[in-house]
């Protein structure tokens, strides 16, 4: 009878046991459990959410730093613009220099013409040269009270020509005609008048002063090649642009002579 009722007891203790168990499993799934996700899916939610704050700032603090840099380096480049320009007015003194900021350039006409502040009012007339820092552009064409359209050498005008020099040597030159621009290769094209000239890749191709618009020892641009033509007294040199002609703000309007007035 003893082992019956100790047998008993320890089979009651198992089922309780059991019974514990089964209450507490279904008691940590249905309930335990998910609050514990839901808890664990909030914490990663709002740390998710936090860090997507503070990834957004960043990003709007770097496009500001990056419009800054932008904006500075934009105003350093026209600073040493405006310095190569006053060191070459200083430099040319056989000249009167006016300096005159880049107005626009339309999109159809971007390699022919540019608008300049400054006309009549500012004493610029028609035909007058144009020069950046770096070398000639091109001549005034048209002239109002407060503005100038300015046809740049790389305009396909049949008439924009310019009479130029190559130097050969520093006591020597030879004649040329500068008559062509090809876009395709960004090079003018001269036709060199004398074709015994030693001409060399690299040689410097200044205005010539003939043909009274461009006055004399402007610089045009370096020889870049040179072509022979069969049959012909004649040869057809290339030469690379000195100035920069897709970018810039700032040019100089010459004229001859010394203004007693500066």
């Keep these: 009878i003893l082992f019956i009722v100790v047998s008993a007891d320890r089979l009651v203790n198992n089922i309780q046991q059991r019974g514990y168990s089964v209450l507490g499993s279904i008691s940590y799934t249905l309930f335990t459990y998910p609050f514990e996700t839901a808890s664990i899916f909030v914490d990663d939610f709002m740390t998710f959410s936090k860090l997507r704050a503070e990834q957004r700032i960043t990003q709007e603090q770097l496009d500001r730093l990056a419009a800054f840099r932008a904006e500075?380096?934009?105003?350093?480049?026209?600073?040493?613009e405006l310095k190569q320009l006053l060191n070459l007015k200083e430099s040319m003194m056989d000249f009167t220099l006016t300096p005159h900021r880049v107005m626009?350039?339309?999109?159809?006409?971007?390699?022919?013409?540019?608008?300049i502040q400054g006309g009549s009012n500012e004493g610029i007339q028609i035909d007058q040269a144009v020069i950046t820092s770096l070398g000639l552009v091109g001549k005034v064409e048209t002239v109002f009270e407060n503005?100038?359209?300015?046809?740049?050498?790389?305009?396909?005008?049949?008439?924009?020509?310019?009479?130029?020099?190559i130097q050969l040597t520093p006591t020597t030159t030879a004649e040329a005609v500068l008559d062509d621009y090809d876009p395709n290769t960004g090079l003018f094209s001269l036709l060199l008048l004398d074709t015994s000239a030693p001409i060399n890749e690299g040689s410097t191709v200044i205005t010539s002063g003939l043909g009274g618009i461009y006055p004399s020892g402007l610089l045009v641009g370096y020889v870049d090649s040179i072509q022979r033509l069969p049959n012909s007294v004649s040869a057809r040199v290339w030469v690379r642009p000195s100035a920069r002609f897709a970018s810039f703000d700032y040019v100089m309007v010459v004229r001859q002579g010394v203004d007693n007035n500066e």
Aim: no cysteine; hydrophobic share 30%.
């Design 147 to 165: 503005s100038s359209i300015v046809r740049l050498l790389t305009s396909q005008d049949i008439d924009n020509k310019v009479s130029v020099r």
């Design 104 to 115: 626009s350039r339309s999109s159809d006409s971007f390699s022919s013409i540019v608008y």
């Design 72 to 80: 500075l380096e934009e105003s350093y480049r026209q600073i040493r």
